[in-house]
């Protein structure tokens, strides 16, 4: 098999809290090809945003250590000086932030942030700049191009705005896009169109894509391959396909019952109990996911959770998945799994 676009090997982030260093993302191995959406899933403190910040490298290096492998296109992003660095972003790299009226700076026109881009990594002149500047926000679905470069964020919608940050995103025609819940502040009918954008974009320059969200229908919609995060470390990773039919982790299934469907919403829906612990308190030993689903004896758990692959392409961590079924309030076993009850 060729060289993967992005192949980030045993990568752990750590932050420094009061002196000492906590793993955020706790040896995680992923890969993504160009022309690939990848979606990294899971609940709100489970170290997606700290990977994706990490593949760009932009986490405070006073208070950030980071070990292991980020190649990108064979090379370690790891092992580059700043100023290699800063060549690298927005033109290999870039990023889509979640909320573009605080990404976008509030007091540049629009013109004059995707120009920004432009000028420090292309040669094109003054002219040629603002004619591809008018040409990306033409592309990204902008109506007036020419009113819109010179306007300031807050005078454009919400997903004007993201459709701006696309376009400089965009605009150095990067190979790997990382979006960071680029849906997340928008209204449901405006999502979908931003996703439909970010798709064909993704398809027409065979980019590869980073896509962070806590939202399966975004994933189910978009994504080729989905990699489910827990407390810093990778439980489950597969094809969409093999995620949304087959999920084997107690953390996968619970997190798929969770999504409203129209039998799921006559039946109650399933609420995973207690949160993602916070990373000074994170279990570094064992099964992370085990405090909760206390209903699992602690034995049927791994000691040192391994990924295994349990179909072609599909891994899961801990045989704990084997074992766990769902059980209502009074403790009896039920068969909740939306994907078995088809
Ligand atoms: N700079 C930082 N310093 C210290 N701890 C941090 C830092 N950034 C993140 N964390 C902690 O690391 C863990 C993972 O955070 P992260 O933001 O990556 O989660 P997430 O899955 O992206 O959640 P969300 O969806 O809410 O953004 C959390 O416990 C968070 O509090």
Known sequence: MGEHLLEIKNLSTSFKIKDKYYAAVDDVSITVNSNEIVAIVGESGCGKSALALSINRLHNSERTKMDGKILYKGKDVLSLSNAQMNKYRGKEISMIFQEPLTALNPLMTIGKQIEESLSYHTDLSKNQRKDRACELLDQVGIPKPELTYKQFPHELSGGMRQRAMIAIAIACNPSLIIADEPTTALDVTIQAQILDL???????NGMGVVLITHDLSVVAEVADRVVVMYAGQVIETGTVDEIFNRPQHPYTRSLLNSVPTTTSVQN??????????????????????????????????EETPELHEVFPGHHVR?????????????GEEINHDIAQSK
């Open 198 to 204: 970010l798709k064909s974009i993704q398809e027409a």
């Open 268 to 301: 109650r829906l399933h609420v995973i109990e207690g949160v993602v612990p916070s990373l000074v308190n994170l279990p570094r030993k064992g099964c992370r996911f085990k405090g909760r689903i206390p209903w699992i004896e602690d034995g049927l758990h």
């Open 318 to 330: 801990c045989t704990c998945y084997k074992h766990f079924y769902f059980k209502n309030a009074e």
